[in-house]
Every structure is written in structure tokens, then in C-alpha cells.
């Protein structure tokens, strides 16, 4: 399984940014893919993450109003549509997999993940 992740780089306050995730090499199926990120010092957070059958997102309460999720089912392709940056939102970005429905957007429950992508909000 590789999920790379792309579209990190250095953004000033306000500005935006997005992170795309290719994902390959599945062999067996996953309820909702999407993004975790890490902060310097902190514990993982789940961001958001959509499923894959019926395209049902989940997005958590600190970045509703700035983040979006999408996909391109063709191109096995999900994005991270990042508005509004803060320097807060500094971190490594994850793309990963949750295997059910209870479990998604929580890090310990993971299915896979890959190397991340780093995000860096800065004047």
C-alpha cells in the first residue's frame, strides 16, 4: 500500500494550500481515506477524511470552516483543500485509511498511512 502525499510547502498567514494523496496498491478495502496531521510537540490529529463508496465526509470541529476534502475516483486521488492557514496549522500532513465508520478521523486507529508532507505557515 503507498499513499503519497504532496502540496506542502512554505504559506503566509491567510494564505492557502493544497495537499493531494495518491493512493495504490490496495488489496483489500478501506471505509474512507483522508488527512492527520502532527504538529511539533503535539499528538496527531485527525482532520478529515471521506469514505469510498458514497463519498460521505468527516471533518473534525477545528478545521470545518477552513478545510474541505474532495476526490477524483479516476485518478485514486483524494485533496486537502487548506484556506485561511494559520500558524497553527504548522505540521507534518498524513494521508491515511480508516477501515469503519466508528473509527475515522481517530490516529490510533489508522489503517495505513504514509509519509507526510510539511506545511509550514509563516510571514
Known amino acids: 500500500v503507498q499513499l503519497q502525499a504532496s502540496g506542502g510547502g512554505l504559506v503566509q498567514p491567510g494564505g492557502s494550500l493544497r495537499l493531494a494523496c495518491t493512493a495504490s496498491g490496495f488489496t483489500k478495502d478501506y471505509y474512507a481515506i483522508g488527512w492527520v496531521r502532527q504538529a511539533p510537540g503535539k499528538e496527531r490529529e485527525g482532520l478529515s477524511c471521506i469514505s469510498r463508496r458514497d463519498s460521505k465526509i468527516y471533518v473534525a470541529d477545528s478545521v470545518k470552516d477552513r478545510f474541505t476534502i474532495s476526490k477524483d475516483n479516476i485518478k485514486d486521488t483524494v485533496y486537502l483543500q487548506m484556506n485561511s492557514l494559520k500558524p497553527e496549522d504548522t505540521a507534518v500532513y498524513y494521508c491515511?485509511?480508516?477501515?469503519?465508520?466508528?473509527?475515522?478521523?481517530?490516529?490510533?486507529?489508522?489503517?495505513?498511512w504514509g509519509k507526510g508532507t510539511l506545511v509550514t505557515v509563516s510571514s
Open positions: 491515511a485509511t480508516w477501515g469503519t465508520s466508528l473509527s475515522v478521523l481517530d490516529p490510533q486507529d489508522m489503517d495505513y
